[in-house]
T-cell receptor, first 118, second 111 residues
Framework: EAGVAQSPRYKIIEKRQSVAFWCNPISGHATLYWYQQILGQGPKLLIQFQNNGVVDDSQLPKDRFSAERLKGVDSTLKIQPAKLEDSAVYLC????????????????FGQGTRLTVV | GQSLEQPSEVTAVEGAIVQINCTYQTSGFYGLSWYQQHDGGAPTFLSYNALDGLEETGRFSSFLSRSDSYGYLLLQELQMKDSASYFCAVTQYSSASKIIFGSGTRLSIRP
């Protein structure tokens, strides 16, 4: 089966510019996550969708970050305006559940988008 | 809130055995999982424990003690390709089924 697709793979922007990332999860996966991974750290959950609804965005800096999941499939994450500290890899992941076999036990990750803000 | 603690770095010799520990504090704990991430790559799932005990998958085993809020990943017959970062992650079930990651352990294998 096809994995999680993300684009672009790399992006360099100047601070205060805007940027958008795209994610196509594995077909049939109800849950979609966006994680931010700063070099040398673990992935930090920014926002989680179940189908096309947000179920958790407690760690999302809402003054500059936004995300949507159209029709419960593809998702976009936007940063506007970007700051230097937003330099990181943005990982999209998807899971089958919950509801089909219980809580989410395994997340499948895309290759990520490496963002550099200069 | 939640917290996960694991060693930042571990070094081992090729062919040896290494154990990476993880302690956690979280509400709504459902299970503990482990992921491997090579430099520049995506995290990939290794194992999941919802019940106490040891789960074995080839050279890798994972253990969970819910009463101690503790788990570990055991890697046997280490190979150079096992050099990577390893993350423990909790599945937290409250209003949503979230997967929260620790800060990771960088495993270096020496010949």
């Amino acid at each position: 089966e096809a994995g999680v697709a993300q684009s672009p793979r790399y992006k360099i922007i100047e601070k205060r510019q805007s940027v958008a990332f795209w994610c196509n999860p594995i077909s049939g996966h109800a849950t979609l996550y966006w994680y931010q991974q700063i070099l040398g750290q673990g992935p930090k959950l920014l926002i989680q969708f179940q189908n096309n609804g947000v179920v958790d965005d407690s760690q999302l800096p809402k003054d500059r970050f936004s995300a949507e999941r159209l029709k419960g499939v593809d998702s976009t994450l936007k940063i506007q305006p970007a700051k230097l500290e937003d330099s990181a890899v943005y990982l999209c992941a998807s899971s089958l559940g919950p509801g089909q076999g219980g809580p989410n036990t395994e997340a499948f990750f895309g290759q990520g988008t490496r963002l550099t803000v200069v | 809130g939640q917290s996960l603690e694991q060693p930042s770095e571990v070094t081992a010799v090729e062919g040896a055995i290494v154990q990476i520990n993880c302690t956690y504090q979280t509400s709504g704990f459902y299970g503990l999982s482990w992921y491997q991430q090579h430099d520049g790559g995506a995290p990939t799932f290794l194992s999941y424990n919802a019940l106490d005990g040891l789960e074995e998958t080839g050279r890798f085993s994972s253990f969970l003690s819910r009463s101690d809020s503790y788990g570990y990943l055991l890697l046997q017959e280490l190979q150079m390709k096992d050099s990577a970062s390893y993350f423990c992650a909790v599945t937290q079930y409250s209003s949503a089924s979230k997967i929260i990651f620790g800060s990771g352990t960088r495993l270096s294998i020496r010949p």
